[in-house]
């Protein structure tokens, strides 16, 4: 079966560098499934020339953490004109192994598990959907799970909490030591703007999620999901 692993696409080049090295991870994982790249814009190969290609059957997994509208509205429009014959996975999401990935970025940046005077910002793209966002805002409570620190959500984005009010309410709660926990995939121009916040502000910022093994290993899964139920059917 072909997996399709569909970013975004964005003008800076590390995003897209970046799904290509998850991609690659994937296929070191499964030689068994033929993993194409593609992109809803910006990029190339864009995802109707991809789809254009793909036998019946093959999957789109979208390289997104949020269940918001490139999901919902974006990709299944181009799955719908280019090739109905292909399914449409479920976004990564709030995956408790991605949350487990950002917890590993705080640690090797510095940051104790232990060190009750932690107060984490855990940063997003903020969505139109309030339920995505909701979602997105579990994150930071998985993340504190087994720690001494707090969290809150930040989004970079949008009319939600921004890192400035975020950062207050962490102080005001009795943190003494913020860090900047980035919820992206990769890096790009939505976290050079909060990369900017962390210098001005001094605040640590730990790397986004990359190209994990576990980032790849929740792409499998949910191209797995589909494949099960396709069976099932």
Not at 88 to 110: C, F, K, N, P
């Amino acid at each position: 079966m072909q997996l399709i692993l569909t970013a975004h696409g964005s003008a800076d080049p590390r995003s897209a560098a970046n799904a290509c090295e998850v991609a690659r991870t994937v296929a070191t994982l499964r030689r068994d499934v033929d993993v194409k790249v593609a992109f809803c814009e910006q990029n190339s190969p864009n995802l109707r020339d991809v789809l254009a290609d793909s036998p019946a059957g093959s999957v789109v997994v979208p390289l997104l953490l949020a269940d918001a509208y490139h999901a919902r509205v974006d990709i299944p429009e181009m799955i719908a004109d280019a090739n109905p014959a292909v399914r449409q996975a479920s976004v990564l999401g709030e995956d408790d192994r991605l949350i487990h990935v950002l917890s590993q970025r705080l640690t090797h940046s510095g940051v104790s598990r232990l060190d009750s005077s932690v107060g984490v910002l855990v940063t997003a793209v903020g969505s139109s959907s309030a339920a995505a966002n909701a979602r997105t805002g579990a994150v930071a409570t998985g993340l504190v799970a087994g720690t001494h620190w707090r969290a809150t959500t930040a989004f970079a984005t949008g009319p939600q909490a921004n890192l400035a009010e975020a950062t207050a309410l962490l102080l005001d709660q009795g943190a003494t030591r913020l860090v900047i926990a980035p919820w992206f995939l990769a890096h790009g121009r939505i976290t050079d703007r909060v990369a900017e916040f962390a210098a001005a502000h001094r605040i640590p910022m730990a790397q986004p999620l990359g190209s994990h093994r576990l980032v790849a290993e929740t792409v499998l899964d949910r191209f797995d999901d589909v494949a099960a139920a396709r069976r099932a059917a």
